[in-house]
């Protein structure tokens, strides 16, 4: 009896951190492909053609080398970010966190001026109007006593809803896959700018913590956890990495035919342009579905992420009602700055990956301190593998070059030293 009572005692146990694991999966992988990332696309794919495929392989590999450490550090210790960081370093935590909260602010303007564009797109809605019932939308799944399962519903329901209709308009623009292939390891152009702005909308600012920081909530934490949590970040991984090249497709098939996207007003929005050249008045509902269901899982995403961080300095902040009162008040102040900006929300989406992504290598380069040298005391003597941190650190020291030679040009986008 007591044998049968165990196995169902582990079995119920098993089921109940099944949501929260899948959740951390889908948050990583939605929180990356937000409305950023696809306006980001729209806009590099109609100025480098077949060429920006390569910096959406240098994003995955980017990526694929940040994400496997941040999970693995994150999860062994036990902490989240901000703790983690000031128990190797003093105070860099509240440097980190502060950076990460102003950076998750300025990706959550951007998000909700996403989520404005996709009802405006689906529903003709006026956008500010869109971005103001998605965020008191988003307001509400927090403010609901179950938030955590509702939050893991909604971005895995999301999630395969953007990978399905993205698809489907991939094959129906029918692009020019040899070139996009060939491009993709061998560029015709190539332009640091781009890969960075492109690096900072998919894994940098709070999207580098976003998927580890929900993975704790499954309880599975700690060194003898490590096989399970390769396999949910590499699934993450691989679930951003098709989703992107997918986008990519999509675009090219537009631009390749000859269809000029326009950027001029301060309405424009290219990935919608896209969508409607593949499938007229279709494919602009389609677009303003997916666009729409990117920016509230990205909504969602950046609050949670960014409220976990506020948490680093205040520990009452970090868990149950109180996280989700910061997470509210968080997207609450994103609203209101996004209603008060005029900037074109286009414009919005593309700098803000930008910016976060000069705000990456500053968080990466605490961490791969944390795995070279403090694994006895921080890491509870885990013996970190060399390949993972040298990946690491060579994509920390990438990310330090790309963000050094890319301040002019991206703060360009919004108008600044232009």
Do not use: C
């Not at 332009?191 to 909308?201: D, L, P």
Request: charged content about 10%.
């Amino acid at each position: 009896m007591t044998d049968t009572t165990s196995a169902e005692r582990a079995k119920t146990f098993a089921r109940s951190r099944r949501g929260p694991i899948l959740g951390a999966i889908f948050l990583m992988a939605t929180s990356a492909i937000g409305p950023g990332f696809i306006t980001q696309t729209a806009t590099f794919t109609a100025q480098l053609g077949a060429a920006f495929a390569f910096a959406i392989l240098a994003s995955i590999l980017i990526d694929f080398a940040l994400q496997m450490n941040v999970w693995r550090l994150i999860t062994v210790s036990g902490k989240r970010a901000g703790d983690l960081a000031n128990e190797a370093v003093p105070f860099s935590g509240h440097v980190l966190a502060t950076l990460i909260v102003i950076g998750g602010l300025a990706f959550n303007i951007g998000n909700i001026a996403g989520a404005g564009l996709g009802l405006n797109a689906l529903l003709g809605i006026d956008p500010k109007i869109g971005g103001l019932l998605s965020a008191l939308l988003a307001i509400g799944i927090f403010m609901y006593k179950r938030a955590g399962r509702v939050v893991d519903m909604v971005v895995l329901g999301l999630g395969l809803l953007m990978i399905g209709l993205t698809l489907f308009v991939a094959i129906a623009s029918q692009p020019p896959v040899g070139d996009a292939l060939r491009q993709t390891f061998v560029p015709d152009t190539l332009n640091f700018a781009t890969i960075t702005t492109i690096v900072g909308g998919t894994v940098g600012g709070y999207i580098t913590y976003a998927g580890a920081h929900r993975y704790l909530d499954s309880g599975l934490v700690g060194p003898d956890h490590v096989p399970a949590v390769h396999r949910a970040s590499m699934s993450g991984i691989l679930v951003t990495g098709i989703m992107r090249y997918v986008l990519f497709l999509a675009i090219l098939g537009v631009v390749a035919s000859g269809v000029t996207l326009d950027f001029s007003s301060q309405a424009a929005n290219p990935a919608g342009q896209a969508f409607g050249a593949v499938l007229g008045d279709a494919g602009i509902r389609i677009f303003g579905a997916i666009f729409w269901a990117a920016a509230i899982t990205s909504v969602i995403g950046a609050a949670y992420t960014s409220a976990t961080f506020i948490s680093t300095f205040s520990k009452k902040l970090g868990t149950g009602w109180r996280l989700q009162v910061a997470t509210v008040a968080f997207i609450v102040v994103s609203l209101v700055l996004y209603l008060l900006i005029g900037a074109a929300p286009a414009a919005i989406l593309v700098f803000v990956g930008g910016f976060n992504g000069l705000i990456l290598p500053i968080g990466m380069t605490i961490f791969m301190y944390v795995g070279w040298f403090r694994q006895r005391d921080v890491l509870h003597g885990y013996r970190y593998p060399v390949w993972l941190l040298a990946l690491g650190t060579l994509a920390t020291l990438l990310s330090w070059y790309m963000g050094v030679v890319s301040i002019g040009p991206i703060f360009a986008f919004i108008g600044i030293g232009a």
